[in-house]
């Protein structure tokens, strides 16, 4: 018997599941916990002492928890040393912020400070010959202004360092040795996959792998903080050196700057290959609805600052989320914004949020429900609903109610048309992107089991098949991995 743990951290939640890899799809434990309220650290460390007589002997780790600091102000302290006369190449090359047609358009913010973009006179060409050697009073200069500013990283990016890392490697080796952090990109045959070298060479535009490298960068303390959190809790049961991350090409690692930023992709990665076989699986999971095609893969990252270079899992989210939020729109009908609230503070029947979501409108169907569908229950999938919540979501709606031109409709109509407008958005949506009309659709995710009977009963024309694992696929897709 071979044990192992399996970690998937959401935004908001943490999916815990050991498994013996002889019979993979038989979950030995499994918990999922709400981390506002309770510690990754102590819920990690719980769920082990809880199943003591299991012995995991490795942990895989995969973590989207980073994607809650991506709307903020990322990059502030980093600094970038780059090829001479190529200090606003990254500015420059940002994509637009929309892609219609505007009299004023505007780019998209760039990842890091402007000040604190450094060139030197470096220069290796297209065919990976040295023109210019590195000089090293350059670089002791820059030391000098990085350290009275307090920068702690610093991101390596030369033209063509891909063909040729020398000047790479002797910069990157310089900063490490007067301690600071350095982000820099392997070459084209440096700890890459065949895959990776062919997608490295597909790609002549550096500004993908610069790109990345800042990311990385900025990530990187958050990243830290979150792999210690994990090792603290695993502590009397795995060692650091046992427990890997997941990143978006499958690849499993312990320490590696260069690939922060693909770990966001972990999750994707670790469904896309638990249903390799499948051509297209619809993922309703408690944070996020998506449509997954585990046969494709990209090779770049639309990210919000541009394309970014690596290998990431072919997804596509619904315009609907499960944290949706409840709105009266303009033509004065109730209808789910395309604002996502997520679960900090989370949906009314939480007890902490005044703002009515998706989940309210699902709970509170479930227990009106006259439809005779025998499905799951919200407090099955998520068992930290209040017991106050639901009245108190009732008479959130019931306000909203007033304020629309359905006023003297009752409830359970306005709550019902809801529920079909929902079901006809995720079948609409499979349904355009639907390979092969005969082929059935798979479905998974911890919301799932809910929605499957009212997916079969107003879509009968498709054939939704539901995955048995769907509750603990998070991580069960996880723990079932072995490293590569």
């Known amino acids: 018997m071979s044990i192992q743990l399996g970690v998937n951290l959401g935004p908001s939640f943490a999916d815990l599941c050991l498994i013996d890899t002889t019979r993979p799809t038989l979950p030995l434990a499994y918990r999922r916990s709400y981390t506002p309220s309770e510690s990754i650290t102590g819920s990690i460390h719980q769920f082990l002492l809880n199943n003591a007589q299991y012995k995991p002997e490795k942990a895989i780790v995969a973590s989207s928890l980073l994607e809650k600091i991506l709307d903020t102000k990322l990059g502030g302290t980093v600094a970038q040393v780059v090829t001479r006369g190529f200090e606003n190449w990254a500015f420059l090359r940002q994509t637009l912020q929309h892609k219609y047609f505007e009299l004023q358009p505007q780019r998209t913010?760039?990842?890091?400070?402007?000040?604190l973009i450094f060139g030197i006179t470096e220069r290796v060409n297209a065919f990976g010959e040295n023109l210019k050697d590195i000089d090293l009073s350059e670089l002791e200069v820059i030391t000098s202004k990085l350290k009275l500013m307090k920068a702690e990283r610093v991101c390596v990016n030369f033209l063509f360092s891909g063909k040729n890392p020398t000047h790479q490697k002797e910069v990157t080796q310089y900063f490490v040795n007067n301690g600071f952090e350095v982000f820099s990109a392997p070459s084209q045959t440096e700890n890459l996959s065949s895959y990776q070298n062919e997608v490295a060479l597909e790609y002549a535009d550096e500004i993908l792998v610069w790109r990345k490298n800042l990311l990385n960068a900025s990530l990187s303390g958050?990243?830290?903080?979150?792999?210690?959190?994990?090792?603290?809790?695993?502590?009397?049961?795995?060692?650091?050196?046992?427990?890997?991350?997941?990143?978006?090409?499958?690849?499993?690692?312990?320490?590696?700057?260069?690939?922060?930023?693909?770990?966001?992709?972990?999750?994707?990665?670790?469904?896309?290959?638990?249903?390799?076989?499948?051509?297209?699986?619809?993922?309703?999971?408690?944070?996020?609805?998506?449509?997954?095609?585990?046969?494709?893969?990209?090779?770049?990252?639309?990210?919000?600052?541009?394309?970014?270079?690596?290998?990431?899992?072919?997804?596509?989210?619904?315009?609907?989320q499960p944290t949706s939020a409840l709105i009266v729109d303009e033509y004065e009908q109730l209808n789910f914004s395309s604002e996502v609230l997520g679960f900090q503070p989370g949906p009314i029947i939480l007890g902490r949020a005044l703002k009515p979501t998706l989940l309210d409108l699902l709970h509170l169907h479930n227990s009106h429900s006259t439809q005779g569908i025998q499905a799951h229950t919200l407090e099955e999938i998520l068992p930290i609903i209040q017991t106050s919540g639901l009245a108190k979501f009732k008479d959130t709606l019931q306000a909203m109610l007033r304020n629309t031109s359905s006023a003297n409709t009752k409830i359970e109509t306005v709550i019902q048309d809801l529920v079909n407008f929902l079901i006809d958005q995720i079948g609409l949506h499979i349904l355009l992107e639907r390979e092969n009309p005969k082929s059935p659709v798979l479905c998974t995710g911890a919301l799932a089991p809910m929605l499957i009977p009212h997916l079969k009963k107003r879509w009968a024309e498709i054939n939704?098949?539901?995955?048995?694992?769907?509750?603990?696929?998070?991580?069960?897709?996880?723990?079932?991995?072995?490293?590569?």
């Not at 939704?464 to 590569?484: F, M, N, Q, T």
């Open 222 to 320: 958050s990243f830290k903080e979150i792999r210690s959190e994990i090792i603290l809790g695993c502590e009397g049961f795995l060692t650091a050196e046992q427990i890997d991350f997941l990143d978006g090409d499958s690849s499993h690692f312990i320490e590696d700057n260069s690939r922060i930023a693909s770990s966001l992709f972990g999750p994707t990665r670790a469904l896309s290959d638990f249903y390799k076989n499948s051509s297209q699986v619809l993922v309703l999971g408690l944070e996020r609805w998506f449509i997954l095609k585990p046969k494709i893969r990209k090779t770049q990252w639309l990210s919000p600052w541009g394309p970014l270079a690596g290998e990431v899992p072919d997804i596509q989210d619904l315009k609907i």
């Open 464 to 484: 939704w098949e539901l995955c048995p694992y769907s509750l603990e696929i998070d991580g069960l897709a996880l723990a079932g991995r072995s490293s590569k």
């Open 109 to 115: 913010e760039a990842l890091a400070s402007q000040d």
